[in-house]
């Protein structure tokens, strides 16, 4: 019988961060996810590292300082998928006043510890690039920093550092049970049994099924919030990115996404729904669709739009009215001693803060599971691929271009932001078969080798975001070639 110190039912962000950090302080960690690695909303985020201006609205003081001490942390320890991004917010007369704005901003700027990233200045759209796009009567706006994340990478990079500090990390499946037994848990997966000393619910919107396989009690109610984004073609050809406002109180980002696109969202929606196909409504598109065209020179019509996805997001409901105001705040619940083997569950959080979660989280475990030794060391270790300088992205892209003369440019963009050191373990590969978009056979290997790829879906829509460019029959091609 093969026991584990610790088992994370979940392979979202904070599940992976959770088995990383536990795995680099010496714990047997076994980590497991009943789909793909960020397959749910771990993968339909915003893609933004950020402290989350409109919390300081709600008074969330406290998250918006611990966000935005995140920001440059995780920027060093993964500058090929994170990076800085200018922020540009307009003015409107009517909506939330200017002193208003300044305000929140001198706040954002000094409350977290910002070193690196350029501060808050006050624009002219008139003259400023991001003004372009926009429809005439704007003039004033302010220009302030945060950053830009690839999600489904984040959390296979904290899964893949896991697994090569011993973690065991198993994709498609599905826990079916969780009971305590002696002093252990024992957990049916799949077609297996596992057992462990220590148990974490990192199952986000099915954190309160978990509890209730496991004969728990939950602490907390949970609010189910779906958000959802739409992409178009590119707005715009700067990469400046927006903050907008609208009439109702709500906000939404307009963002440059994979280099021909715009990112559109988000939306905030109680969802009471199937947890396994999560689609946008025709209203919610059209609502960004119509907030987009209030700003923008162009109309932004359904018919634009390129592709959709949306997200759950498991939230602590705290008697919030509407959705976007309930709390992004996270609460940790470990049992009671006298319950017996340890539960850990996570209730909410926010990509942003998943390493500082997780840290908290095995700090708690390890006063009840010894194996647990070591300190908190996820800061400043860099993610698999990101060992090079926080400014070095675009010099690493140059090597990369030079050493393999067959990349395009953008490829060779496209592949840094993805792997960072990591792509010249499979570019020094026999490059084989072309499925379209730049994506080769050894990339595709790769993935399958060492990030738990395992169809067309994973490789082209968390792995590496290219079915965007692939035509439905290359798309075709690469599934034959999977076997799917």
Known sequence: MQTYDLAVIGGGVNGAGIARDAAGRGAKVLLLEGGDLAQGTSSASTKLIHGGLRYLEHYEFGLVRESLAEREALWKIAPHIIHPLRFVLPYVEGLRPRWLLRLGLFLYDHIGGRKKLPATRTVDLRRHPAGAALKGGFATGFEYSDGWVDDARLVVLNAKDAMERGAAVKTQTRVTSAKREGDLWRIEAGNEIFFARALVNAAGPRVLEVEAMAGETPDYAMRLVRGSHIVVPAMFDHPYSYF???????????IPYERHFTLIGTTDVDHDGNLDKVEASAEEIAYLCDGASRYFDKLITPADVVWTYSGVRPLVSDGSDKPEAATRGYRLDLSEAEAGAPLLSVYGGKITTYRHLAEEAVDMMAARLPALSGRAWTRSAALPGGDFAIDGLAALTAELARDFTFLSADNADRIARAYGTRARVWLECDQGRDFGGGLRQAE?????????????????????????RLSKAEAAGLTEYLGG
């Open 444 to 468: 595709v290997d790769y993935l399958v080798a060492e990030e738990w790829a395992a169809s067309a879906e994973d490789v082209l829509w968390r792995r590496t975001k290219l079915g965007l």
């Open 244 to 254: 907008f406002q609208l009439p109702d109180g709500r906000i939404f980002f307009a």
